[in-house]
């Protein structure tokens, strides 16, 4: 069934025909809260010279002196015990403290905290602003499913199955469950192959990323839609298709009255992820028995030698043409995460690009460390998208952090992506349809043009109109 067209739904355009994203009409509240966010870190960014003259500049310079020493002393502590460990961490607390009692004595402390609020002020706005205004994973419309099969995990997410009624309600609206008992360990695949063996028409599942992973697959592999209940403990799958994280019984909404997306899927070494795949450090972390018991103590205690090449094996990937030595971490993501935005960290504003996301993080010395303050612009960080990945390292098995449950893979491992692949079953309106898009150097050139154009028709986001 082909996209929706211009016509689009509640008054917004969703797919222009010759796939240039088109933004709905504006209106006045949309434009002058652009507005607001552009006079808004214009004053975050002008008030400190503004109040404090020539001696901002110095000023500045010592807080960014202070963070940077602040680094230096984390990476000691972290990569330190003992004294080493209790040095850094007075040297990171100290710095910072430093940098506060001299903006106090300078009188600067307030202009600091008033700009940083006019900037976190101007970011917030900014992305109202945009909202709806970037490209659109395309809605499908599709006809309701007669024979929905739904697998629910009753201990994710801290009891949601029962504490939301789920399955009373999806029962209600003729779906079947199967309810995973916990005192057995289950097979889901065997159970999502079992039922569309025997008629079913949708597969879902109310439980963690790990599990969605699993019966994603199976629901790819037969050519049928895929129901996400965002009833996991993070649900960051879940938030990223823009499904209510706070309610999980609303995405039930998908049976009556959805919409389909065709999105991608990740695979590792043929293992699916709808997530990421984490190597290094975090995955060495989360394979420790003891970690899940205390989480904190066991990182302190492996992260030393974790951190400064004395345990787990050496990693090397290669994505493209882009070759990382040596990570201590490394991300392999499913589609890429924001990372020059920082409100939208952590999160994924398209999941049908056909990439996947790379991120590896190598810090040999406390001047890398000191380097982290520049983000994305730091040489210890790598930041790129391929549409595959190859991880080498100097053992025949490693560990990985696949949506965040804990597996151990040959090496070499593959890591592809699966453009498409996955056509998810998603409630019409849902609270995360239209969801910001990050503040990029061309969605910020697109917020001038909605503070600034006359209204009139809609445009493209390449300047045109439709």
């Known amino acids: 069934m082909p996209p929706c067209g211009v016509c689009g739904v509640n008054g917004r355009v969703r797919d222009h025909p010759d796939g240039e994203p088109v933004s709905s009409p504006l209106s006045a509240g949309r434009r002058w809260t652009a507005r607001g966010a552009i006079l808004a870190a214009i004053a ?37 015990r003992g004294v080493g460990r209790l040095a850094g961490t007075v040297v990171a607390v100290l710095a910072m403290l430093g940098v506060i009692v001299v903006y106090a004595f300078a009188e600067f402390l307030h202009i600091v905290v008033l700009s940083a609020a006019l900037l976190l002020i101007a970011g917030i706005a900014a992305r109202a602003a945009l909202r709806g205004s970037g490209p659109a994973v395309p809605e499908y419309d599709v006809a309701v499913p007669r024979h929905p099969f739904l697998i629910m995990n009753p201990r994710s997410g801290g009891g949601k199955v029962a504490r939301f009624h789920l399955m009373e309600h999806a029962e209600a609206l003729g779906a079947r469950v199967a309810l995973l008992e916990e005192a057995k360990q289950v097979d889901v695949v065997a159970v999502a192959r079992g039922a569309v063996a025997q008629g079913a028409d949708l597969l879902g599942v109310a439980g963690g990323d790990g599990t969605q992973a699993l019966v994603a697959e199976v629901a790819a592999d037969e050519g049928i839609p895929f129901l996400v209940i965002s009833a996991g403990t993070r649900n960051h799958f879940a938030l990223d298709l823009g499904l209510d994280g706070d309610d999980p019984s609303r995405c039930l909404d998908a049976l009556t009255d959805g919409v389909e997306l065709h999105v991608d899927l990740g695979s590792i070494n043929g293992r699916p992820f709808v997530n990421n795949a984490s190597f290094g450090a975090y995955a060495e972390l989360v394979r420790l028995p003891e970690y899940r018991d205390d989480k904190t103590h066991t990182a302190l205690q492996a992260l030393p030698d974790l951190l400064v090449g004395h ?12 070759v990382i030595a040596r990570p201590q971490a490394l991300l392999i993501s499913n589609n890429p995460y924001s990372t020059d935005d920082p409100a939208g960290l952590g999160r994924r504003a398209r999941l049908d690009r056909g990439i996947l996301g790379v991120i590896g993080v190598r810090v040999d010395n406390a001047v890398q460390a000191a380097s982290l303050q520049s983000g994305p612009a730091s040489e210890s960080l790598t930041i790129t998208t391929a549409a595959s990945v190859t991880v080498t390292a100097d053992a025949n098995e490693i560990p990985v952090g696949l949506d965040g449950e804990a597996i151990v893979v040959r090496t070499p491992v593959g890591c592809t992506i699966r453009p498409a692949a996955l056509r998810v079953r998603v409630p019409r309106h849902r609270p995360g349809r239209s969801q910001a898009p990050p503040l990029d150097r061309d969605h910020l050139r697109a917020l001038a043009t909605i503070a600034f154009r006359r209204p009139g028709r809609p445009r493209r986001t390449d300047g045109g109109t439709v």
């Not at 008030?47 to 500045?60: D, H, M, N, T």
Request: no cysteine; hydrophobic share 55%; aromatic share 6%.
């Open 44 to 80: 975050g960014a002008v008030i400190p010279a503004i109040f404090a003259g020539l001696r901002s500049l110095p000023l500045l310079l010592i807080g960014v002196a202070g963070v940077a020493i602040s680094l230096v002393g984390a990476w000691l502590g972290l990569t330190h």
């Open 311 to 322: 345990s787990g094996p050496q990693l090397y990937a290669r994505a493209g043409e882009v």
